[in-house]
C-alpha cells in the first residue's frame, strides 16, 4: 500500500503494481512506460505528466486523479475509471479501450487521434477543443457532453450517443454518425456535416441543425440510452 506516498518524478517502468494501492499519492512527472497497474487504484491522486505509454490499466481506478498533460501512448484502458479525473492536455495517441469511464471527466484540449475507445462513458465530460480524428467511438455515450470546437473529422461515432451534446464549432467532415443518436444536440455552429450524413443519424425536433441542412424523418429506436 502507498496510499499518500509522495513518488514525484519516480521511474518505475515495466513494474509490477497490479492492484498497488496508491490513493492521494504524488508522482508528478513519473515514468510509468509499460507497467503492469490492473486493478490499481489512483484515486485523487496527483499524476501531471505522468508517462503511461504502453501500460496496462484495464479496470484502474482514476477516479478524480489529476492527469493534466499525462502521456497514454498505445496504453490500454480496458474498463479503466476516469470518472471527474482532469486530463486537460493530455496525449492518447494510439491509446485503445472498451468501456472506458470518463463520466464528468475534464478531457479539454486532449490529443487523442486515431484512439480508439468503443462503448466508452463520457456522459457529462468536458472535451472541449479535443482532437479525435479518425478516433474509433463506436457505441461510445456523450450524453449532455461539451463538445465545442472539437475535431471529429473522419471519427466513427457508428451507434453513439450524443443527446443533449454541445457541438457548438465541432468539426465534423466525414464523420461517421450512422445510427448515432443526436436527440437535443446542439449542431447549429458545427461544421462539414453534410445531408448525406445526417440522413443516417438520429435527430428530433430538439435536435439543432447548422444551416442548409433538413431535419430527417425520425428514426426509429427500440430504447433511447441515457
Known amino acids: 500500500r502507498l496510499v499518500e506516498a509522495d513518488m514525484e518524478g519516480a521511474y518505475l517502468d515495466e513494474a509490477n503494481l497490479t492492484e498497488a494501492s496508491l490513493r492521494d499519492a504524488l508522482l508528478r512527472g513519473a515514468d510509468l512506460r509499460f507497467t503492469n497497474l490492473q486493478s490499481a487504484g489512483f484515486q485523487?491522486?496527483?499524476?501531471?505528466?505522468?508517462?503511461?505509454?504502453?501500460a496496462r490499466l484495464v479496470k484502474t481506478n482514476l477516479q478524480s486523479a489529476n492527469l493534466r498533460m499525462a502521456i497514454f501512448y498505445h496504453a490500454d484502458l480496458d474498463q479503466a475509471d476516469f470518472r471527474d479525473a482532469r486530463l486537460p492536455h493530455a496525449v492518447l495517441i494510439g491509446a485503445r479501450g472498451t468501456g472506458t469511464i470518463f463520466t464528468k471527466a475534464d478531457l479539454s484540449g486532449i490529443y487523442a487521434p486515431k484512439v480508439s475507445l468503443q462503448r466508452a462513458q463520457f456522459n457529462e465530460a468536458n472535451l472541449e477543443s479535443a482532437n479525435l480524428v479518425a478516433a474509433d467511438l463506436r457505441g461510445s455515450n456523450f450524453s449532455h457532453a461539451?463538445?465545442?470546437?472539437?475535431?471529429?473529422?473522419?471519427?466513427?461515432?457508428?451507434?453513439?450517443?450524443?443527446?443533449?451534446?454541445?457541438?457548438?464549432?465541432?468539426?465534423?467532415?466525414?464523420?461517421?454518425?450512422?445510427?448515432?443518436?443526436?436527440?437535443?444536440?446542439?449542431?447549429?455552429?458545427?461544421?462539414?456535416?453534410?445531408?448525406?450524413q445526417l440522413d443516417t443519424a438520429c435527430v428530433d425536433d430538439a435536435t439543432k441543425l447548422p444551416p442548409g441542412l433538413s431535419r430527417p424523418a425520425p428514426c426509429v429506436t427500440s430504447k433511447t440510452k441515457h
Open 146 to 196: 461539451t463538445l465545442t470546437q472539437a475535431n471529429l473529422q473522419e471519427a466513427n461515432l457508428q451507434g453513439a450517443t450524443l443527446s443533449g451534446a454541445d457541438l457548438t464549432g465541432a468539426q465534423l467532415d466525414s464523420a461517421n454518425v450512422k445510427k448515432a443518436n443526436l436527440q437535443g444536440a446542439n449542431l447549429a455552429s458545427a461544421t462539414g456535416l453534410t445531408q448525406t
Open 44 to 54: 485523487r491522486a496527483d499524476l501531471e505528466g505522468v508517462n503511461f505509454e504502453g
